[in-house]
């Protein structure tokens, strides 16, 4: 899998989930499709009275869901900016050619009311479902670190086994020090809470 990829497939999805966070710390989700994709940038259009453009304008991180038909779940973890005045204008025309629907809801001048704001730096997650072992990888979209999470093995290992033999995607190899295969790892936690030597590490 890689990043271009990625945005394709958001774009196939078409709506997507959208989170953001309120002033009292409570997630708030909705679903967005007045979306252009680029290959390297992500544009979305909302309208400033809406709680989402609020919280978007006070501090811009958002996360991005879509779940495909074949089980796939892309997320992204961004912080969106507006785009800069003079490009309002152009993207806002982008996006209501791209769909049609907006024209119905922001009749004329009425759409006016929304602004473009713009996803330039991601960190992406992908978690595929449908193979065994699992599938799952961390990539990134322009200038960002990706993501580190799950379990890791570390030097306390005693080499004894028992999370091989729990973990439900056979993801754990045998060695010296035992060593987790992150992109096969369904992230559950069962050899954390079933290792006797206390010697595998929550990442995040
Ligand atoms: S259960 Fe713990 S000590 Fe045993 S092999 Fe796994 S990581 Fe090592
Ligand atoms: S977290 Fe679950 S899937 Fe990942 S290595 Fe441990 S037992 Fe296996």
Redesign the pocket.
């Known amino acids: 899998m890689d990043t271009i990829t990625c945005i394709k497939k958001l774009g196939y999805v078409g709506t997507l989930t959208f989170a953001t966070v309120d002033k009292n710390g409570h997630p708030q989700a909705r679903s967005i499709s007045a979306i252009h994709y680029e290959p390297d940038a992500i544009y979305f259009y909302t309208a400033r009275g809406k709680n989402f453009c609020q919280q978007l304008l006070a501090d811009g991180h958002v996360q991005i869901l879509a779940l495909t038909k074949y089980k796939e779940m892309i997320r992204l973890s961004a912080v969106a900016k507006p785009v800069p005045d003079n490009e309002q204008e152009h993207w806002k025309d982008v996006i209501f050619e791209e769909q049609p629907y907006l024209v119905n809801v922001y009749p004329g001048d009425t759409r006016n009311i929304g602004i473009i704001f713009c996803i330039r730096d991601a960190q992406i997650e992908y978690f595929f479902l449908g193979s065994h072992p699992i599938e799952r990888e961390y990539l990134t979209m322009g200038n960002t670190e990706p993501e580190r999470k ?2 890791e093995i570390t030097d306390s290992c005693i080499a004894c086994g028992t ?1 091989q033999s ?4 056979g ?2 190899e045998e060695g010296e020090i035992f060593h ?1 295969q992150s992109n096969h ?8 809470e079933n290792c006797p030597a206390e010697a595998i590490i929550r990442l995040d």
Do not use: D, E
């Open positions: 799950g379990f999370c729990v973990c439900p995607q993801c754990i987790i790892c369904l992230h559950c936690g069962n050899c954390f």
